[in-house]
Nanobody, 125 residues
């Protein structure tokens, strides 16, 4: 059974940092393009950041470019999202997701097959 489990969310003041973790069981993440999405109350789930399975490319939403960094540790089978200079508008539930094995990195939500349960990030002003 495939599981993606996010952790690392919490409450932080504007300008602060958090690192989100996405650990997998049942899925060797090194073979999968991985993405982070977020969903704020009353809004659609949106793409935040993605990393190709080869780690040769990353892609970020314009709203987080220069502040967030996605990375992975294949030995720990974990994907990370380092979030710096957080803003109140970053408040949302953050989800990690995996595309199909050895696929091309995509920003489309419907191209991600496996999802975690989400972790809440709240940024106070």
């Amino acid at each position: 059974q495939v599981q993606l489990v996010e952790s690392g969310g919490g409450l932080v003041q504007a300008g602060g940092s958090l690192r989100l973790n996405c650990a997998s069981s049942g899925l060797a993440l090194s073979y999968y393009p991985m993405g982070w999405f977020r969903q704020a109350p009353g809004k659609e789930r949106e793409f935040v950041a993605g990393i190709s399975w080869s780690d040769r490319s990353t892609y970020y939403a314009d709203s987080v470019k220069g502040r967030f960094t996605i990375s992975r540790d294949n030995i720990k089978n974990t994907v990370y999202l380092q979030m710096n200079s957080l803003k109140p508008e970053d408040t949302a539930v953050y989800f990690c997701a995996a595309q199909k094995r050895l696929g091309s990195l995509s920003t489309r939500r419907d191209e991600y097959y496996y999802w975690g349960q989400g972790t809440q990030v709240t940024v106070s002003s």
